[in-house]
């Protein structure tokens, strides 16, 4: 399943904060850094990051950008099942997985956030287009949400560099699992049929996410021209 | 070999296979907090493999909290396309305004959504209150009008006959200021409104540093350039204030308004009450 069989998608570039851009741009860039500083024999590009306890206090740029990409996921599942809570347009067992949910993808990028301190990416604005607002379309869209996130994690954890980012990835990786097999449940899919789930890579998550049109800029309510009001 | 022959070949080896899968399963309970007695021979004290503990994960994920909503929760939304304003949720009905996705500040135009309801054919509609007048107009537009919501647990209430505004925060007064409100030929018109933009770093000493915008519009002023609308913003004339003084916008003094723009977000519901 995709969320393009699920969502009326068209392949636009709304992704006017950048948000995704940004992620997508990370991630490619310590890619290439990683190499080049694993041909130099070192981790000259480390930077450290507010939890004492993990290791060593510091953290590869790479693990950093994942760790952003992680959270710019989070941010979306996030503000969808908040929004949806919100709306209280859902009922039954759909408004329950989207209160249990949302708690904990809210959760999540707390984690993330605390985490990466300064360096968490900004969080985008949605625009869910009356998705969180429709049940049917509610559940479909969350079927797909979930299963890209779980592959969006298996994608990244064979370049985690961090053992304890790996296994932060790997504890929310299983969560999101439980998540996609509770909300396939729900839409009368069967959570589990495939032997061996494939993994998703940044660039098709992120392309995935942005031909949803759910990621938009934010509104624009500043402005410097002069006021015209009656004084 | 024989067709009995394989199935028995079959069978030693998914034998096999489950007696090694058992042993797996030994070894890694027996490497695990609280679990089960090793199985004999099967664990680390057997010389098996030694199993390094899990690593402590780089993130303190907390414990999920339920979303805490509020009854001084506001929802607003920015306006996406052109679109007209109904009495009832259907297409059809009376159109009783129209919407545009630009104010004439040239900022993204919003709205307050105060309800939602799907029609008969499966469309959303969602009432919002709008920039129009008379004033406290509010009717229906499809979702489709609509980009992202917005949240705020403020409130905004300018008292004409305390010439006072007051911010409240989830209920609770966090700034107050006098202001100067309409004279009694431009009055400021009462109801129930929203701020819709902020403006600052434009030159013109009469409207002080900054400005907010609001749906608010002048009853008296009508043909005023930009549509009359009134807004809340600073002044050159300090000493007037508090008073009956403006055309109809809400002037605070200038320490008053920049106080407030640290703690107004736009979406914020105004009342102008008598």
Known sequence: MSLSDFTDLRLADLDRDGALREAADNLERTSRAGFFAAAAGGMAAAVALGRPQAAGAALAKSDVAILNYALTLEYLQDAFYTEAQRKGALSGAAARLARVVGAVERAHVKALRDTLGKQAVKRPFFDFRGVTEAPERFTRTAVAFEDLGTAAYKGQAHRIKSPQVLAAAVAIHSVEARHAAWIRYIAGVLPAV?????????????????????????????????????? | MTRRGRRLSLLSAAVAAVAAGVSLVALAAGGGRGSVAPVAGAGPAAGGPTLAPPAEPALDVPQPEPLRTSRFDSTWAAVKSAAPVRAAARTGAEIISRLGPR??????NIVLALDRVE????????????????????????????????????RLVVDLSDRRLTLFRSGEAVFRAPVGIGTAQFPTPTGDFYVRNKLSRYRNAFYGPLAFGTSARSTTLTDWPAGGFVGIHGTNQPGLIPGRVSHGCVRLRNEAIVRLARLLPIGTPLRVRA
Do not use: H, M
């Open chain 2, 119 to 154: 029609d008969a054919e499966g469309s959303l509609w969602i009432k919002v209150r709008v920039p129009a007048l008379p004033e406290n107009v509010a009717g229906w537009v499809p979702r489709w009008a609509l980009g992202g919501y917005g949240v705020v647990r403020t």
């Open chain 1, 194 to 231: 495939e032997p061996f789930d494939e993994p998703k890579s940044a660039k098709e998550t992120l392309q995935l996410v942005r031909t949803t049109r759910f990621v938009v800029g934010r509104p624009r309510t500043r402005s410097r021209r002069r006021p015209r009001f009656t004084g």
């Open chain 2, 103 to 108: 104010t004439p500040e040239g900022t993204t």
